[in-house]
């Protein structure tokens, strides 16, 4: 079924404030420890979201949460996009750990590699057109983040639909 108009122009509505919110979180000039601490709390923010809209658990329950734990719950393995987003949060959940227990951490083109891993051919062929690791990196970051995010906007735009009907 093809969207309304009003539906159109709330869905831009919800594309233009998650846009702003990853410009303001993921800026350039953050260094890639910064960039890797702040995609994995949006992440988390959206995998909230994702855990009360499936009557998983409330928003109260996911704060005594782990990531890895909220990550296991939230997707749907048997769904090969959503097994994709899981599998690139648990490595982004490694690499924030990495970052967050190591004093002096320094990225590795292979931790890039690890995250974007899931996207396949098309991360390779996008790989370098990057002229520094950070670069990369964050450009990574905000496709997993958006990858997310949309799943959390087709969640909503299900149940608005079952509610319709």
């Known amino acids: 079924m093809?969207?309304?108009?009003?539906?159109?122009?709330?869905?831009?509505?919800?594309f233009q404030a998650m846009s702003k919110k990853i410009d303001r979180f993921?800026?350039?000039?953050?260094?890639?420890?910064?960039?890797i601490i702040k995609a994995h709390?949006?992440?988390?923010?959206?995998?909230?979201?994702?855990?009360?809209?499936?009557?998983?658990?409330s928003m109260h329950d996911t704060r005594n949460m782990t990531f890895f734990v909220k990550n296991e719950?939230?997707?749907?393995?048997?769904?090969?996009?959503?097994?994709?987003?899981?599998?690139s949060l648990k490595t982004l959940n490694n690499l924030r750990n990495k970052v967050g227990h190591e004093l002096?951490?320094?990225l590795s083109e292979s931790d890039i590699d690890g995250l974007g891993s899931q996207r396949g051919k098309e991360y390779i062929i996008r790989k370098y057109d990057f002229e520094?690791?950070?670069?990369?990196l964050?450009?990574?970051?905000?496709?997993?983040?958006?990858?997310?995010?949309?799943?959390?906007f087709e969640i909503?735009?299900?149940?608005?639909?079952?509610?319709?009907?």
């Open 73 to 87: 719950k939230a997707f749907n393995q048997s769904d090969a996009s959503e097994k994709a987003i899981f599998t």
């Open 138 to 152: 964050r450009d990574t970051l905000l496709e997993m983040v958006v990858d997310v995010a949309f799943l959390v």
């Open 132 to 136: 520094t690791p950070e670069a990369l």
């Open 2 to 14: 093809e969207k309304s108009e009003a539906e159109k122009t709330e869905s831009t509505k919800h």
């Open 156 to 165: 909503v735009d299900e149940q608005k639909e079952s509610i319709k009907e």
């Open 26 to 35: 993921l800026t350039e000039q953050n260094p890639s420890d910064v960039l």
């Open 104 to 106: 002096e951490y320094f």
């Open 41 to 57: 709390l949006i992440c988390e923010y959206y995998i909230n979201q994702i855990l009360v809209l499936r009557d998983i658990c």
